[in-house]
T-cell receptor, first 112, second 113 residues
Framework: DAGITQSPRHKVTETGTPVTLRCHQT?????MYWYRQDPGHGLRLIHY???????DKGEVSDGYSVSRSKTEDFLLTLESATSSQTSVYFC???????????FGSGTRLTVV | DQQVKQNSPSLSVQEGRISILNCDYT??????FLWYKKYPAEGPTFLIS???IKDKNEDGRFTVFLNKSAKHLSLHIVPSQPGDSAVYFC????????????WGAGTKLIIKP
């Protein structure tokens, strides 16, 4: 969807290195989410934001941090990547409540 | 503990027939349910939703049924088309959880010609 973009689309990194994934939206939506998708687990929430500088943890937040300094950008950082963080990461935006989540195309991250 | 369960990892259906995807939940506080569809290398896209005050919602070929007493919902696709081949995720939310979505593991639907 043109209103939300994720970068990079693919990344291979080494264990122990820091990694930052970017989510950018042009919809001016209040809520932004970071999920990871793994086989057998569906989508699991890592962190979410309900406004600039307002963020909170999801169910699988260990090893991840986020920042939102502008409405349009939500960054996910892996401070020291581990092999268990190999996954597909999706960003989503929402104007309000559970309605109309829009997802980015995902970032496939491989930690070797 | 998975609050939203999709017990069938995959489902194969003949083109033109009905596809029925199932979802069970455990949290009685869930009041809104959604189905998303996902193609490979793309993000999930919204398909259809239903509020807990309803037991059925239709949108073209797609119908979602909600059975609150059984804590069960299902998505019916009639007739099934090749473009329906995708992974389908069930999700649920509750007002007391700030409307965060809780997701099932997904069901891969394969439509056979």
């Amino acid at each position: 969807d043109a209103g939300i973009t994720q970068s990079p689309r693919h990344k291979v990194t080494e264990t122990g290195t820091p990694v930052t994934l970017r989510c950018h939206q042009t919809e001016n939506h209040r809520y932004m989410y970071w999920y990871r998708q793994d086989p057998g687990h569906g989508l699991r929430l890592i962190h979410y934001s309900y406004g600039v500088k307002d963020t909170d943890k999801g169910e699988v937040s260990d090893g991840y941090s986020v920042s939102r300094s502008k409405t349009e950008d939500f960054l996910l950082t892996l401070e020291s990547a581990t092999s268990s963080q190999t996954s597909v990461y999706f960003c989503a935006i929402s104007g309000s409540g559970p309605y109309g989540y829009t997802f980015g195309s995902g970032t496939r991250l491989t930690v070797v | 503990d998975q609050q939203v369960k999709q017990n069938s990892p995959s489902l194969s259906v003949q083109e033109g027939r009905i596809s029925i995807l199932n979802c069970d939940y455990t949290n009685s506080m869930f009041d809104y349910f959604l189905w998303y569809k996902k193609y490979p290398a793309e993000g999930p896209t919204f398909l259809i939703s239903i509020s807990s005050i309803k037991d059925k919602n239709e949108d073209g070929r797609f119908t979602v049924f909600l059975n609150k007493s059984a804590k069960h919902l299902s998505l019916h696709i009639v007739p099934s088309q090749p473009g329906d081949s995708a992974v389908y995720f069930c999700a649920a939310s509750a007002v007391d959880s700030n409307y965060q979505l809780i997701w099932g593991a997904g069901t891969k639907l394969i439509i056979k010609p």
